[in-house]
């Protein structure tokens, strides 16, 4: 099917990518595929020591496997596409498939916002109530906020994707975009969208609120806590204990804020390109790579893991030596 023909076709889309036009493709693909490939093996042995290793069988460590859960599937769900088009002439995407990765993207976004700011809580009730911490952060309880980071990031989805994809796009069909994010389509459409996008916006402004206040307010906490506890130890077990979340917390919420807050008059096709690459391959890299090095639980659990491996490996090459003679 020719470019023309592609055009015609009122029921496909077609994703111009990162870069409209790139010189190298190839490399690009070479590029974007190392990053991912590193996001989602970091993020599989995260999820696998957490499962594994008894030590991290913690509330903290649980709600931290779900994020590296919500992080794989988000880069599987826009990535992808985007490493076929960079080498394929087609770069058409169905109506069904870009209403999909909108509600499947808004649904992993909104539910990473709820996951985060839960997690503020966990850190929270870990400093300030150690005694009550067993208690109040049961497996019951952090089986409902993963559920209900879930269930709340779905409700944006369902919410926005079916009004986004009933709008009339009878012009151009290019999206000027890697994937389909709603500002980059509601640009296709023919009608006025202006009121929608007011809504939308205060949708995103009203979803990024609620996780940020539970966040402020639980290290607002924490550092009364630990100034009342006036002691170099405490301090310094309160940013281990912290730092990891607030480093991901810092570079995930910052990309949205760019995104979701800012006024129209900020946006440029290009830069919020760049701006969704960043927070949808590279946030979801360092995520695992913050929380690993600069964890001791975690380290210590992957040299663990590791010494098994290797054990069991010289215990099977010891018994085929002893079995050769």
Not at 85 to 102: P, Y
Not at 241 to 258: D, E, K, L, P
């Given at each position: 099917?020719?470019?023309?023909?592609?055009?015609?076709?009122?029921?496909?889309?077609?994703?111009?990518?990162?870069?409209?036009?790139?010189?190298?493709?190839?490399?690009?693909?070479?590029?974007?595929?190392?990053?991912?490939?590193?996001?989602?093996?970091?993020?599989?042995?995260?999820?696998?020591?957490?499962?594994?290793?008894?030590?991290?069988?913690?509330?903290?460590?649980?709600?931290?496997?779900?994020?590296?859960?919500?992080?794989?599937?988000?880069?599987?769900?826009?990535?992808?596409?985007?490493?076929?088009?960079?080498?394929?002439?087609?770069?058409?995407?169905?109506?069904?498939?870009?209403?999909?990765?909108?509600?499947?993207?808004?649904?992993?976004?909104?539910?990473?916002?709820?996951?985060?700011?839960?997690?503020?809580?966990?850190?929270?009730?870990?400093?300030c109530n150690p005694l009550r911490y067993p208690h109040l952060m049961n497996h019951r309880i952090c089986l409902f906020m993963v559920v209900g980071s879930w269930v709340g990031?779905?409700?944006?989805?369902?919410?926005?994707?079916?009004?986004?994809?009933?709008?009339?796009?009878?012009?151009?069909?290019?999206?000027?975009?890697?994937?389909?994010?709603?500002?980059?389509?509601?640009?296709?459409?023919?009608?006025?969208?202006?009121?929608?996008?007011?809504?939308?916006?205060?949708?995103?402004?009203?979803?990024?609120?609620?996780?940020?206040?539970?966040?402020?307010?639980?290290?607002?906490?924490?550092?009364?806590?630990?100034?009342?506890?006036?002691?170099?130890?405490?301090?310094?077990?309160?940013?281990?204990?912290?730092?990891?979340?607030?480093?991901?917390?810092?570079?995930?919420?910052?990309?949205?804020?760019?995104?979701?807050?800012?006024?129209?008059?900020?946006?440029?096709?290009?830069?919020?390109?760049?701006?969704?690459?960043?927070?949808?391959?590279?946030?979801?890299?360092?995520?695992?790579?913050?929380?690993?090095?600069?964890?001791?639980?975690?380290?210590?659990?992957?040299?663990?893991?590791?010494?098994?491996?290797?054990?069991?490996?010289?215990?099977?090459?010891?018994?085929?030596?002893?079995?050769?003679?």
């Open positions: 099917m020719g470019m023309e023909a592609v055009l015609q076709n009122s029921t496909d889309f077609i994703l111009l990518g990162l870069i409209t036009h790139p010189a190298f493709p190839g490399l690009i693909f070479a590029v974007v595929f190392s990053i991912v490939l590193v996001a989602v093996t970091a993020n599989l042995v995260m999820i696998l020591l957490i499962h594994t290793d008894s030590h991290l069988h913690t509330p903290m460590y649980f709600l931290l496997s779900q994020l590296s859960i919500m992080d794989t599937v988000y880069i599987c769900i826009t990535v992808p596409k985007m490493l076929q088009d960079l080498l394929s002439e087609e770069k058409t995407i169905s109506f069904l498939g870009c209403a999909i990765q909108i509600f499947l993207y808004l649904t992993l976004i909104g539910g990473e916002f709820f996951l985060l700011g839960l997690m503020a809580y966990d850190r929270y009730i870990a400093v990031g779905s409700l944006d989805g369902f919410m926005l994707t079916p009004v986004t994809m009933t709008f009339p796009y009878c012009g151009s069909r290019e999206i000027n975009h890697f994937f389909c994010e709603i500002p980059a389509v509601l640009k296709l459409s023919c009608v006025d969208t202006s009121l929608y996008e007011t809504l939308m916006y205060a949708c995103c402004v009203l979803m990024l609120l609620i996780p940020v206040s539970v966040i402020s307010v639980s290290y607002t906490r924490i550092l009364l806590t630990v100034h009342r506890m006036n002691s170099a130890e405490g301090w310094r077990k309160a940013f281990a204990t912290c730092s990891s979340h607030i480093m991901v917390v810092i570079i995930f919420y910052g990309a949205a804020f760019y995104t979701n807050v800012l006024p129209h008059s900020y946006h440029m096709p290009e830069k919020d390109k760049v701006v969704s690459a960043f927070y949808t391959i590279l946030t979801l890299m360092l995520n695992p790579l913050i929380y690993s090095l600069r964890n001791k639980d975690v380290a210590t659990a992957l040299k663990r893991v590791l010494g098994r491996c290797t054990s069991s490996h010289q215990k099977i090459r010891a018994g085929d030596v002893s079995r050769r003679h």
